[in-house]
T-cell receptor, first 114, second 114 residues
Framework: DGGITQSPKYLFRKEGQNVTLSCEQN?????MYWYRQDPGQGLRLIYY???????QKGDIAEGYSVSREKKESFPLTVTSAQKNPTAFYLC?????????????FGPGTRLTVL | SQQGEEDPQALSIQEGENATMNCSYK?????LQWYRQNSGRGLVHLIL?????REKHSGRLRVTLDTSKKSSSLLITASRAADTASYFC??????????????FGKGTKLSVKP
């Protein structure tokens, strides 16, 4: 059963703490993405990775970090430097071949800062 | 940066009616995609239309693309309560440094009343 999973579904963080959101895919996709979604808004790209051990900043990378040590995994760390981290975070993957790629999304993680 | 803008922001219709959502974008594209998001969930790909196509169908969905007007429309015919969701258009960044990445609009929130 192929797909993309994210965990946890809900995450609560105290101010000043770093937290890591998990994203795993078994679709054998090369590219993976992290997006942030705020209420009533579209998706904004945080980071993306086209290949293992390589990743690029998206539009709103400040206060976030990622790693891509395995093809299947692309964890996102929300650091204490991110001033307003409360949001819905979505991970996606695609076959990185052309600019026409469809993206497949995970179910999301809702992060709340207490 | 916001590329696609959906219109209307919200749409409420009765079951059985047709729903039309529009998307306008600013720069040239290779393709335009439509995604659906149920409340609190990840996005699901609906349909992709390439820049050399004018119309595409998938089940009850009909998508049109007018590259001269830089606009697209998504028509859902014979709507059902289960179609209640937010609908996003996404365009590929055919110019600029993020080749192959999608840029999402803010979405149209569709409510279909039984």
């Amino acid at each position: 059963d192929g797909g993309i999973t994210q965990s946890p579904k809900y995450l609560f963080r105290k101010e000043g703490q770093n937290v890591t959101l998990s994203c795993e895919q078994n679709l054998n996709h090369d590219a993976m993405y992290w997006y942030r979604q705020d209420p009533g808004q579209g998706l904004r790209l945080i980071y993306y990775s086209q290949i293992v051990n390589d990743f690029q900043k998206g539009d709103i990378a400040e206060g976030y970090s990622v790693s891509r040590e395995k093809k299947e995994s692309f964890p996102l760390t929300v650091t204490s430097a991110q001033k307003n981290p409360t949001a819905f975070y979505l991970c996606a993957s695609s076959i990185w071949r052309t600019s026409t790629d469809t993206q497949y999304f995970g179910p999301g993680t809702r992060l709340t800062v207490l | 940066s916001q590329q696609g803008e959906e219109d209307p922001q919200a749409l409420s219709i009765q079951e059985g009616e047709n729903a039309t959502m529009n998307c306008s974008y600013k720069t040239s594209i290779n393709n335009l995609q439509w995604y659906r998001q149920n409340s609190g969930r990840g996005l699901v790909h609906l349909i992709l239309i390439r820049s050399n196509e004018r119309e595409k169908h998938s089940g009850r969905l009909r998508v049109t693309l007018d590259t001269s007007k830089k606009s697209s429309s998504l028509l859902i015919t014979a709507s059902r309560a289960a179609d209640t969701a937010s609908y996003f258009c996404a365009t590929d960044a055919s110019n600029g440094g993020s080749q192959g990445n999608l840029i999402f609009g803010k979405g149209t929130k569709l409510s279909v009343k039984p």
